[in-house]
């Protein structure tokens, strides 16, 4: 149980385009989904917190009009990668809370971003 | 701000032996502290976890140790095998923080 799936698990794109990540919670329901970043041989870099229904809460020096995330249901959060650069290439990856459950976070695959 | 500090940064133990990975964190109010085992080009799996209430879990060959008054707790991975070669990170988080995680210990465990 509590199995959390991300789409694409990689993508290539030009540089200006805007990029679409989409993360699942397949068997159960997402209160909470949380957006992290992955450098290369490096931790993992908490992006925003989002809840179903409302605004996501960004870390500071994240943009927000950058990296637009949706919470539109308790199953699924998207993170958009607008006009997209090479240093937005990173490993980016979600995680979700279960409603009414405990801290556990349970992550997804990751997607793999790359911007020529 | 680093709120939890991992260390080793890497480590290699002969398969059989016992893998230490240590964590310290500074925030008094964190209550969760969980483990995670990432494997490359894949998301962390939640390994083990533990609160304040206990001062040690353990599960199959994995341990976690906890220490409140120091605020320290650590993973010792038993018999470490080959296939326990990823990478470990500690991370904490409580009621009004938001989980905080370690840098990272790469383990590999030599046949």
């Known amino acids: 149980g509590a199995v959390v799936s991300q789409h694409p698990s990689w993508v290539i794109c030009k540089s200006g385009t805007s990029v679409k990540i989409e993360c699942r919670s397949l068997?159960?329901?997402?209160?909470?989904m949380f957006w992290y970043r992955q450098f290369p041989k490096q931790s993992l870099m908490l992006m925003a917190t989002?809840?179903?229904?409302?605004?996501?809460?960004?870390e500071q020096g994240v943009e927000k009009d950058k990296f637009l995330i949706n919470h539109a249901s308790l199953t699924l959060s998207t993170l958009t990668v607008t006009s997209a650069h090479p240093e937005d290439s990173s490993f980016y990856i979600c995680s979700a809370t279960l409603a009414g459950g405990t801290d556990t976070q349970y992550f997804g695959p990751g997607t793999r971003l790359t911007v020529l | 701000q680093q709120q939890v500090k991992q260390s080793p940064q890497s480590l290699i133990v002969q398969k059989g032996g016992i893998s230490i990975i240590n964590c310290a964190y500074e925030n008094t109010a964190f209550d969760y502290f969980p483990w995670y085992q990432q494997f490359p080009g894949k998301g962390p799996a939640l390994l083990i976890a533990i609160r304040p209430d206990v001062s040690e879990k353990k599960e199959g060959r994995f341990t976690i140790s906890f220490n409140k008054s120091a605020k320290q707790f650590s993973l010792h991975i038993m018999d470490s095998q080959p296939g326990d070669s990823a990478t470990y990170f500690c991370a904490a988080s409580g009621v009004h923080y938001d989980m905080r995680f370690g840098a990272g210990t790469r383990l590999t465990v030599k046949p």
């Open positions: 989002s809840n179903e229904g409302s605004k996501a809460t960004y």
């Open positions: 068997d159960f329901q997402a209160t909470t």
